[in-house]
Nanobody, 127 residues
Framework: QVRLVESGGGLVQTGGSLRLSCAAS????????MGWFRQAPGKEREFVAG????????YYADSVKGRFTISRDNAKNTVYLQMNSLKPEDTAVYYC????????????????????WGQGTQVTVSS
């Protein structure tokens, strides 16, 4: 089991930036695909971005492509989500998640494939 703790959320104006962090702890935390998901009120949780354990492959939802960047520092067991050009529709609780299976070489976008989740961090973008 991987324990995940997110930080970095907050209130920002349209066009602003935030960087989310996800600190991972537990056995072999650096060997898992890591993903960011978000859930807005009344909506289902949706995939935002993911990165393979080596950092070599990244995948983004179309809605954030070109604005968000996911990265990881395995020496620090930390995954980041840099969010630029934020829009009101980006408002949601953002969750960090770790894949159920270690050493996967592709990013999965399905919530069911992720077995460990953080508590979430609120991001609010004002118009």
């Amino acid at each position: 089991q991987v324990r995940l703790v997110e930080s970095g959320g907050g209130l920002v104006q349209t066009g602003g930036s935030l960087r989310l962090s996800c600190a991972a702890s537990g056995r072999s935390a650096s060997t898992y695909v890591m993903g960011w998901f978000r859930q807005a009120p009344g909506k289902e949780r949706e995939f935002v971005a993911g990165v393979t354990y080596s950092g070599g492959n990244r995948y983004y939802a179309d809605s954030v492509k070109g604005r968000f960047t996911i990265s990881r520092d395995n020496a620090k067991n930390t995954v980041y989500l840099q969010m630029n050009s934020l829009k009101p529709e980006d408002t949601a609780v953002y969750y960090c998640a770790a894949d159920r299976k270690p050493l996967r070489v592709v990013v999965t976008t399905q919530t069911a494939d992720y077995g460990s989740w953080g508590q979430g961090t609120q991001v609010t973008v004002s118009s």
